[in-house]
């Protein structure tokens, strides 16, 4: 039975092993069962990777994690009790915590910001199968033995450039989170000038 992987707009997605000219093995991911040299599992040292903007499904070496599981969940509480977006999900990677909010929700509430179960209301079902999600707002962990983690907010450079930029003191995630995380979905996002 191949391996398969269902990304979150509900697409099936396989993975083939394809052998290069120097005898090593190269991954392809496809949403077709229709090859023969499909694996039925990852292979060590890989991991399957859903892209948090888009969905796209990745299949790489695995790159390890810095933070915590106990990490993240701590910056949901914060991002869910204290801030004012309602659709978002938190994604960890190397030594950052991101924070990521659906189109629907906005990083200083120019827009309403929409839960999931609303934006189905408004545009139907099949809007979860076009979601895109984007980070304005992440936390870098600075100093693994103490755990100090610096907030960092997108600051946009141009029409499509942008760049993170530290905000804010470093400190516990439990403080951070809390501090920077209230300013999600409402104007006083910009009010966090970069250091």
Known sequence: MPYSYTNFHGKKHFFRAVETKTGAQRYYVTTSQEYTNLINYIPE?????????????IIRKKIPVLTTSEEKEIVY???????????????????????????????????????????????????????????????????????????????????????????????????SARVNGKHLGRDSFFDLTPN
């Open 45 to 57: 040292g890989y991991e399957v990777m859903e892209m948090p903007e888009n969905a796209r499904v």
């Open 77 to 175: 509480d914060a991002i869910k009790g204290f801030s004012a977006i309602k659709d978002f999900f938190i994604y960890s990677e190397k030594d950052l915590i991101h924070v990521y909010h659906s189109q629907f929700n906005s990083d200083a509430g120019q827009d309403l910001n929409l839960s999931r179960n609303e934006a189905i209301k408004i545009y139907g079902e099949q809007i979860e199968k076009w979601m895109r999600f984007n980070t304005s707002l992440r936390f870098r962990l600075i100093n693994k033995e103490k755990r100090l983690f610096q907030a960092e907010r997108k600051v946009y450079l141009g029409f499509f450039d942008y760049s993170f930029y530290p905000i804010g003191e470093k400190g516990l995630i439990e403080n």
